[in-house]
């Protein structure tokens, strides 16, 4: 007889509907104060979020008028992965200007790809490929289901067994051996057959596969009064691999990815809450410049392996979040169809990250446009004539101009603050322009010089749908030398460079139209100007 019986059709949809984060605090009718329990999103994204939990908009219809016009304004509005959402109730459709001939049959079909590639589709379609692959019997039993390729996965009651990283005297990064055989665990009927057929994808930071070939069937029970943990934890987790801590653009590839996987695993109204757990794949202490934006995802300190090693670990509640590096993933590996730009799922996380980090917002006045410049001061790719290109624009009296360096002068969240109120950010090609992520609507990216790396910031400016330039004219641009790659050979990533000031001026006067011509640019000024007629 089998251990595990195969569920019938009630048992399945009973066990569906089984979350893994656990409930908010409870909804009644007590006080209006304690109703109020909601999350902390923008106030888009708390319209769609009442929408999608029919419970939670019951519950708070005719609490306030406040709630009840949130709900009735926005009745019908959606995200875009859930099933009935219909294409004119989603968060945000992509545009595509630029021609699809050659790529697609007609203009839908081109919007609704990138859709699929880069925005809430992409959502949308993980979900659809969601698969048990260890079932439970009951539901206090352990679960295991994943995506394709272990791209994403999420468990009940799973042990995960530490004890041999105690013995290893190497830190762990980027290794595809933290666990062997047996060291992961459910007490459910695993298919294994299903589980071998999906681990293609055996990179470390391209799936889980490396990590979860090695899961088994417990032979009893995991609970919290088990023997088999060392340590139980009841807080849902988050288990991450990550990219490059120091690195903004690949860093803020493991938070994209991380708040993507919040839809994905979008199965109960406490999805957004921030009683979590963090705990980064490796043994090096986790520090980062950037590390204020895990606060945007939980309320607790980020872990490391090192705080697990040496233990059986069992969590209630456990997700193996979408990764970096995945192919054809998200915002790393992305292979966005040419001419189409604007994901609502880059707009969203935006708004998310700055709301929860609570960064100020200036809104535009006097139809002055505020340039930031980002000056280097690192060994290759600084501008050598930068005080002779502010010169030239600051002659413009429409222009506020500032010049900083973001590696030195300020922490993450006053940078944070300088991007959310420029209007046009320039600066060489580096990682620093991954800030075009928390630029207004109506920004322009002018990544000066692209060192012969064209798509990188044009891409990420494209998802996120801000209006990207670059320098036009080569013989108006001056390396010090050829550029010396630390391995040898020629690489103009790696010198230092003039340009001339009036194409320069030029290049800015055209980011410059772009932002007066925005609606959104023009409706701040338009409304200071009513506010001045009004005194």
């Known amino acids: 007889m089998e251990k595990f019986p195969l569920l019938t059709s009630i048992t399945v949809l009973i066990l569906a509907s089984i979350v893994l984060w656990p409930a908010l ?23 769609r979020y009442i929408n999608t939990f029919d419970k939670v908009k019951q519950q708070y219809q005719n609490k306030t008028e406040l709630l009840q016009k949130i709900v009735q304004k926005d009745n019908k509005g959606c995200w875009g992965h859930e099933p009935d959402c219909a294409k004119e109730n989603r968060f945000q459709t992509p545009i595509c200007p630029g021609s699809h001939t050659g790529w697609m049959r007609n203009k839908e079909a081109q919007v609704e790809t990138f859709y699929e590639q880069a925005d809430f589709g992409y959502i949308k379609h993980q979900i659809k490929e969601m698969k048990l692959m260890c079932e439970p019997k009951l539901i206090t039993d352990s679960s295991l289901e994943c995506t394709e390729y272990m791209r994403f996965c999420r468990g009940r009651y799973l042990m995960l067994d530490f004890r041999d990283l105690a013995k290893r005297p190497e830190r762990i990064r980027y ?90 695993n979008q199965t109960h109204s406490s999805v957004f809450d921030r009683n979590t757990q963090v705990i980064v794949w490796e043994t090096y202490p986790y520090d980062s410049p950037f590390r204020d934006t895990f606060k945007a995802f939980s309320n607790n300190p980020v872990w ?35 001419g189409c730009e604007k994901s609502g799922l880059f707009r969203a996380f935006s708004e998310f990250i700055l709301h929860r980090l609570r960064v100020p917002f200036v809104p535009p006045k006097n139809n002055k446009i505020r340039i930031t410049f980002l000056s280097r ?36 969240l006053q940078q944070l603050e300088v991007t959310r109120n ?42 996120r749908g801000i209006k990207y330039i670059t320098w036009e004219e080569r013989d108006l641009v001056y390396p010090e030398d050829e550029g010396h790659h630390p391995e040898g050979g020629a690489h103009a990533k ?23 011509n925005h609606e959104d640019f023009q409706k701040y000024n338009q409304e200071e100007a009513l506010i001045k007629d009004e005194l």
């Open 25 to 47: 605090p409870c909804l009644c009718d007590c006080d209006v104060e304690q109703s109020l329990a909601l999350p902390d999103l923008p106030l888009e994204h708390l319209k």
């Open 377 to 412: 001061r690192t060994k290759y790719r600084r501008v050598k004539n930068e005080d002779e290109l502010l010169e030239e624009i600051s002659k413009n009296d429409e222009f506020v101009v500032r010049k900083i360096s973001y590696e030195r002068e300020l922490t993450f």
């Open 175 to 264: 290794h595809m051996d933290v666990l062997k055989l047996g060291q992961i665990q459910g007490y459910c009927q695993l298919n294994e057959t299903r589980l071998k057929s999906q681990l293609d994808h055996m990179g470390a930071l391209q799936s889980w596969s490396p990590e979860l070939r090695n899961f088994i069937e417990s032979q009893q029970p995991i609970s919290e009064d088990n023997d088999q943990c060392d340590m139980f934890i009841n807080t849902p987790t988050f288990l991450m691999k990550i990219d490059a801590t120091y690195n903004m653009y690949h860093h803020f590839c493991d938070f994209f990815n991380l708040y993507a996987t919040l839809f994905v």
């Open 494 to 516: 790696f010198t230092n460079y003039a340009f001339d000031p009036k194409e320069f001026g030029r290049l800015v006067e055209k980011a410059a139209e772009h932002v007066r």
């Open 422 to 463: 420029t209007d046009i950010l320039i600066g060489m090609h580096g990682a620093g322009l991954t800030h075009l992520l928390f630029l207004p609507e109506w920004a322009t990216l002018f990544e000066l010089y692209n060192c012969e790396d064209p798509n990188c910031y044009k891409d990420l400016a494209r998802l």
């Open 304 to 338: 490391t392996l090192e705080q697990v090693k040496g233990k059986r670990i069992c969590f209630r509640n456990v997700v193996f979040p979408l990764l970096p590096r995945m192919i054809f993933g998200l915002y790393y590996n992305t292979p966005i169809i040419q």
